[in-house]
């Protein structure tokens, strides 16, 4: 197993934000270097045990969605190596896990698309048969294929919060109107297309959340990570149905696994309450979750 970093320590650059995977470092003006650690985080808290080489497998992951959905919209990469702007000494901790990126002014809103009912979705949904103001037929169950994919936006917190999940009326006031059914259209294609992809895979994208900035000019792009099992669920096809007819959650390839063991993780004698700290998380959860991640990768790589 490879080492892992938890957190990055360039110091030719000036640090700028380290969220809870992402360290982010300024590039002169108009970019920056996003170097994705092995940091885990679930519930919004991140876990004191790092997972080796989850960061380079995000980056890789990333950068192929990037790829395969540049013709639908504009993303953030500059196409330059992340090598080129450190020093030679900080190499071995940007290569494969960092991107290059224009700096933008980010939507201070995360675009949620839900093609399957589940997580907070679920408990949402049983109590209001809706979710995030979105109204949905009765009789769904738990990871319930939805009629059409859902767009759910959610407000950004700081790290260490909760992200707050809003409603496509609140989103209009946050960013306007024509923004808003901008990023909307956009979030629903690029879930549907990234989709249908996944499924000649063999891998059901349950749900996902997309960030966007404004360049300079004002064209909406695509920011941050795309499509990673830490912004997605995603879950084997194989097992689907079973868990489906059981009313379980699917098995995953993301981070639910750890969400799930979490649950059920004790401190003092009593159930975790998702507040720093967080439990210790078992050397074997641990290499499940990283093993989890490479399966991912090759599955839709292959």
């Known amino acids: 197993m490879t080492s892992a ?4 320590a360039l110091t030719s650059l000036p640090l700028l934000a380290r969220g809870k995977v992402r360290d982010n470092y300024a590039v002169g003006k108009d970019r920056l270097l996003m170097v994705a650690s092995d940091r885990l985080s679930a519930f919004d808290v991140i876990m004191g045990e790092p997972i080796p080489g989850k960061g380079v497998l995000l980056t890789q992951m990333a950068l ?5 959905l540049g013709h639908v ?8 190596a992340p090598e080129s702007v450190v020093t030679p ?6 290569t494969g896990r960092s991107m290059l990126v224009k700096r933008l002014k980010p939507i201070p809103v995360e675009a949620v698309v ?5 997580g907070s979705g679920w408990k949402e949904y049983q109590e209001s048969q809706s979710v995030c103001g979105v109204s949905l037929p009765a009789g769904l169950k738990n990871a319930s294929k939805l009629p059409e994919p ?8 700081a790290v260490g919060e909760h992200d707050e999940n809003i409603s496509y009326a609140q989103m209009v006031k946050v960013v306007g109107p024509e923004l808003a059914a901008q990023i909307r259209d956009l979030s629903i ?6 989709a249908a992809f996944a499924l000649t895979k063999g891998i059901i994208i349950a749900d996902t959340k997309f960030e966007f900035g404004l360049d300079d000019n004002g064209t909406l792009t695509l920011m941050d990570e795309v499509l990673t099992p830490d912004s997605s669920r995603y879950w084997p096809i194989e097992g689907y149905e079973q868990a489906f007819a059981a009313g379980t959650n699917p098995p995953s390839y993301d981070k639910q696994f750890v969400r799930d063991w979490l649950e059920q993780a004790l401190v003092n004698g009593k ?3 998702k507040t720093p700290p967080a439990p210790r998380v078992p050397q074997d959860v641990v290499e499940k979750t990283a093993a989890k991640y490479q399966e991912a990768l090759t599955r839709l790589t292959a």
Do not use: M
């Open 64 to 68: 192929f969605w990037f790829d395969k």
């Open 189 to 194: 294609r690029i879930y549907k297309e990234a």
């Open 271 to 273: 159930p975790w309450d």
């Open 150 to 157: 859902i767009f759910t936006p959610a407000a950004k917190a």
């Open 114 to 118: 839900r093609g399957y009912l589940a």
């Open 89 to 94: 000494a900080e190499v071995p901790q940007v």
């Open 73 to 80: 919209c504009p993303n953030h990469l500059t196409g330059e």
């Open 5 to 8: 970093l938890h957190t990055s």
